[in-house]
T-cell receptor, first 120, second 112 residues
Framework: NAGVTQTPKFRILKIGQSMTLQCAQD?????MYWYRQDPGMGLKLIYY???????DKGEVPNGYNVSRSTTEDFPLRLELAAPSQTSVYFC???????????????????FGAGSRLTVL | QQQVKQSPQSLIVQKGGISIINCAYE??????FPWYQQFPGKGPALLIA?????SEKKEGRFTISFNKSAKQFSLHIMDSQPGDSATYFC???????????FGAGTQVVVTP
């Protein structure tokens, strides 16, 4: 199994350009997430999805858009790149789902290897 | 949006020593508290997780201690090894579906 695959690994954009970060998972996970990681700031949730056709905002959604047309894919769109969007972006997926009483096991997030984006 | 406070920001420990990382949260009513480990150039990966109805969980050299009343939990790395050098993140579930809020991370360096 490939797990969570992100492309591209590296990208340099000019201010105002647009691009899409691709994310695909082959684990049939319901939940998918986009995080950004900045030095000393941890991982901030941008958007998440609980299934195909359903998306919702996280902590830092401004400047980004997502779609979820299939279970496997969850692309992240940057419409007008700004220097503040320079970051490392991680896609993750998990089984998710509301826990029943006594159900054991953590909701384990599987992360991709990341996409490093620089906006100049 | 609740705060998840993780400390220290970084630590250096000698091989064989103990690394201790702390995490404090404001509110959660949900089911587990994980620690993730991240090596340079890689995505984070689950290291160990604990349910709030137990006070301690041990897996090999890694132990989570959980204090529900104080809303704190910590990661102890016993007999630290150079291969443990990584960034560690605590995370707190923010809803019953398992969505997580992460701490700022602790960079651990284990010297030979």
């Amino acid at each position: 199994n490939a797990g969570v695959t992100q492309t591209p690994k590296f990208r340099i954009l000019k201010i105002g350009q647009s691009m899409t970060l691709q994310c695909a998972q082959d684990m049939n996970h319901n939940y998918m997430y986009w995080y950004r990681q900045d030095p000393g700031m941890g991982l901030k949730l941008i958007y998440y999805s609980v299934g195909a056709g359903i998306t919702d905002k996280g902590e830092v959604p401004n400047g980004y858009n997502v779609s979820r047309s299939t279970t496997e894919d969850f692309p992240l769109r940057l419409e007008l790149a700004a220097p503040s969007q320079t970051s490392v972006y991680f896609c993750a997926s998990s089984y998710g789902g509301r826990k029943r009483e006594g159900q054991s096991g953590a909701n384990v997030l599987t992360f991709g290897a990341g996409s490093r984006l620089t906006v100049l | 949006q609740q705060q998840v406070k993780q400390s220290p920001q970084s630590l250096i420990v000698q091989k064989g020593g103990i690394s201790i990382i702390n995490c404090a949260y404001e509110n959660t009513a949900f089911d587990y508290f994980p620690w993730y480990q991240q090596f340079p150039g890689k995505g984070p990966a689950l290291l160990i997780a604990i349910r709030p109805d137990v006070s301690e969980k041990k897996e090999g050299r890694f132990t989570i201690s959980f204090n529900k009343s104080a809303k704190q939990f910590s990661l102890h790395i016993m007999d630290s090894q150079p291969g443990d050098s990584a960034t560690y993140f605590c995370a707190v579930p923010t809803d019953s579906w398992g969505k997580l809020q992460f701490g700022a991370g602790t960079q651990v360096v284990v010297t030979p």
